[in-house]
């Protein structure tokens, strides 16, 4: 005998028995008797289709896949009507516009933290130039510059501000900028001559002064001039002016810097290390104060200056004339020049422009 179809048995018993009706005894236990022939109708309800069929029937009703359905009973793979298929395409049209929608909100609120970091960044460099700015006296912190013994020249150093100026001190440094510039200048000296006055006397200029020994008098310090003219001047309080370095606290393509305005020494005072030891004192005032850099501004004609910052490791700025347009530094004068201490004033102000020379240099020579 084969093997028996437990679900062919049990409808071939249902089928036989559609006629039959169970009777019960009166006064007997409550179990029902076996199945057996009668004339009377049974009432059994309707024959139900096997398990598969049923599956077949729930799938077709719910318009879902029969095949999926069986294979995967527990995924409910779905065939829309078209209706149904417009109505989900408009869904996900909406979902994916409200997406688009989402970045340009998070890009927006990215700006707004990105401009709080800028007005921060921006209130924290004119925090530090502002306290730079408020130290009464920078060479107090150096004393190994104070004093300068070298090369048989004997001077020390004094700090001073621009508002507080004497007379005898402005007339000294108007002089020494007429003997030292004016030749540089040529013919734009009577304009900066104009222009240099009133930066001298600016209340955020600083200066650091270099004064001689002379014993508690008054001396007289000649300078002379290629016509010959002898100016005198008066030294002021202990000894006689030998030279100056005036220079401020500034902001310079977003960075703090020092800039150094002017560098004036007597001429009988060049030439001996004094120079060089008045730059390495702005130097290093400008790393006390967290200063990115110092820079200058140098005539072309002045070969004599160009030739001694360039020693002292000073490259043409990002934001001199010959490195902004090559065309244009030709039309102009002078050179800024500077000397960076961190890589975020260097990327600015050094490397930038060597890239921007060289792009322009190429340009004009692909042109001509």
Known sequence: MGRVNRKNLLKKYFLL??????????GQSNQQPSPSLSSEPQQFPSWRPTTKKRRFQRAKKARRGPAAFLLFPSVRVSLSSPRRLLQRSSEATAMATAEKKRPRISSEAGKRSSRKEVLERKKTIDELIRKAIAVKDH??????????????????????????????????????????????????????????RQEMVAPEAQYIFVKQYSNGFTTECSMNQDEGVKHTHTACNEGCLVGFVHYRFVLEEDLPVVYVYELQMEPSSQGKGLGKFMMQLIEQIACKNQ??????????????????????????????????????????????????????????????????????????????
């Open 17 to 26: 028995n559609l006629n039959t009706q169970p009777r019960y005894v009166s």
């Open 139 to 196: 060479l107090v912190q150096f004393p190994a510059f104070q004093i300068f013994q070298r090369n048989g020249l004997s001077v020390y150093l004094e700090s001073g501000r621009g508002d507080q100026l004497t007379l005898p001190v402005k007339k000294y440094i108007q002089n020494l900028l007429k003997v030292n510039m004016e030749g540089p200048y040529g013919l734009e000296w009577p304009s900066e001559e104009k222009v240099k």
């Open 291 to 368: 200063m990115g850099a110092v820079m200058l501004t140098v005539q072309k004609a002045n070969t004599q200056a160009m030739s001694f910052y360039t020693k002292m490791r000073y490259v043409i700025s990002s934001t001199s004339p010959s490195r902004v347009d090559p065309q244009i530094g030709l039309e102009k004068s002078y050179e800024i020049l500077c000397k960076t201490f961190d890589s975020e004033a260097k990327s600015k102000l050094e490397v930038c422009s060597v890239l921007l020379y060289d792009i322009g240099v190429l340009f004009y020579a692909i042109i001509a």
